[in-house]
């Protein structure tokens, strides 16, 4: 499972990378423009923290643009009551075989799919005590762009907007295999579409990532 991230990315550079990979747009409120927004990305995140997540400004039209927004990294579904740190459960990852009819995910997956920007995800290797941190990232440069899924909740005190990381099953591909045995799941153009499309089928968009797509610093893990 993923337990932590980096992205280091201003909007701008998000917005470039979404409109030349994904054919896709930041939607942001009136007057304001990537280089002048005020909104501060974490860029390095854990679970339990605020990380940016992108969501259809118009659920029944995703292509029509993504709005950025920070929210809480360990979905707490709709149905809690109570305060944020009465929800134990670790949701911060969903896996992408029972995302559909997981209680504390069904919601979401119906409803509020997201992408999560990274520059790189953390795997770990080695002996406890003594654990390498691997940075696994797009090959090619660039962000990766991970499915998620998101929640509104009410507290006390208001609102609060939490997501979790689907996962996958990392057999198959022996790149991550190597590593973990689950992995993100990484979308590209089509694939990013078909997810954030409420009328579309997402679960045929969970594969492993091409040979060669990705690319880990340190490169090899290390033994336990």
Not at 74 to 98: I, M, V, Y
Not at 196 to 208: E, S
Request: with cysteine.
């Amino acid at each position: 499972m993923c337990n932590a991230y980096n992205l280091e990315a201003h909007l701008g550079l998000i917005d470039e990378e979404l409109e030349r990979r994904l054919r896709m747009r930041l939607v942001l409120p009136p007057g304001v423009t990537p280089a002048t927004s005020n909104l501060q990305i974490p860029q390095e995140v854990f679970p339990r923290r605020e990380g940016l997540i992108l969501r259809p400004a118009d659920r029944a039209a995703p292509a029509a643009g993504l709005e950025p927004a920070l929210a809480h990294w360990n979905l707490t579904p709709f149905f809690h009551k109570g305060g944020l740190k009465d929800w134990k459960a670790s949701t911060n990852n969903c896996r992408s075989e029972t995302m559909a009819t997981a209680p504390a995910f069904r919601e979401a997956y119906q409803r509020r799919r997201c992408l999560i920007p990274v520059t790189s995800f953390i795997e770990w290797t080695g002996p406890k005590g003594r654990k390498t941190a691997h940075a696994i990232s797009r090959a090619g440069g660039g962000l990766l762009f991970l499915a998620g899924l998101w929640d509104r909740c009410r507290i006390e005190g208001g609102a609060v907007e939490s997501y979790t990381m689907v996962m996958q099953p990392a057999e198959g591909a022996d790149f991550m295999a190597r590593f973990h045995h689950r992995q993100p799941v990484g979308l590209e153009a089509q694939g990013a579409a078909i997810w954030l499309d409420l009328a579309a089928d997402p679960r045929t968009v969970i594969a492993p990532p091409p040979p060669g797509a990705l690319a880990a610093d340190p490169p090899e893990p290390v033994a336990a």
